[in-house]
């Protein structure tokens, strides 16, 4: 948790691309502002970027109590739109295997991708923290 997230003013103002790579703040706020995130996401241009950086700015997080991690890798999106509309998200993300390196163990752990949308969440439509 703590190399994604604390301390939470670096990781929503990252210092440079790389930084940005272990940010969940810009990561989530980018993929809001750009519709998605690639490597030119994680040049030193790119994290600064007055929309992105606005926007990771009002995101936090909260610890879920009863998440599963590690056996599994969730992800929980709560944002409030400008017009007060609250969207919700939810995604299993990875299961991780704890066998050896066995071929379909790497096959599974590599082929696990999600994307993280919502209901009433659109490109350019940024949401706000309460």
Known sequence: MHRLWEPLAAKQRPANGYAGKFSTPYCIAAAFVRGNVGLDAFTDDA?????????????????????????????????VLADGRVSRSASRICAVAHTSRSRAATSRRSSCSTRATGAGMRRGRSPRSR
């Open 47 to 79: 994290v600064k970027e007055a929309r992105v950086v606005a926007l990771a700015s009002k995101v936090r997080y909260q610890i879920d109590p009863h998440n599963p991690y590690p056996s599994n890798f969730t992800g929980h999106i709560r944002a």
